[in-house]
């Protein structure tokens, strides 16, 4: 019987389309747009990028309780 060796490499992104983005989070594209305060990243003219890492911190702050809204960061979203 022969054998095969299968080597895959993976890659993990560091920074996401916003529809990757929301789904790191869980989270429908309309709804994450509208709940996370974490600002992309313009990696090339018109290339937006979100953060995993900033996502993560964002997450935290969620499941803490730390995350709170405020005048500006609402308004900052719209």
Not at 3 to 15: A, E, G, H, Y
Not at 55 to 60: R, S, V
Not at 63 to 70: L, P, R, V
Request: positive net charge; charged residues 30%; contains cysteine.
């Amino acid at each position: 019987m022969a054998t095969t060796n299968l080597n895959i490499s993976v890659i993990d992104k560091r920074m996401l389309k916003q529809s990757e983005a929301a789904s790191y989070a869980g989270l429908p594209v309309k709804h994450f747009k509208a709940a996370c305060p974490v600002r992309p990243v313009e990696l090339m003219q018109g290339a937006l990028r979100w953060d995993r890492r900033d996502l993560d911190l964002w997450i935290d702050d969620v499941k803490s309780g730390s995350a709170t809204d405020t005048r500006e960061t609402i308004l900052d979203r719209l």
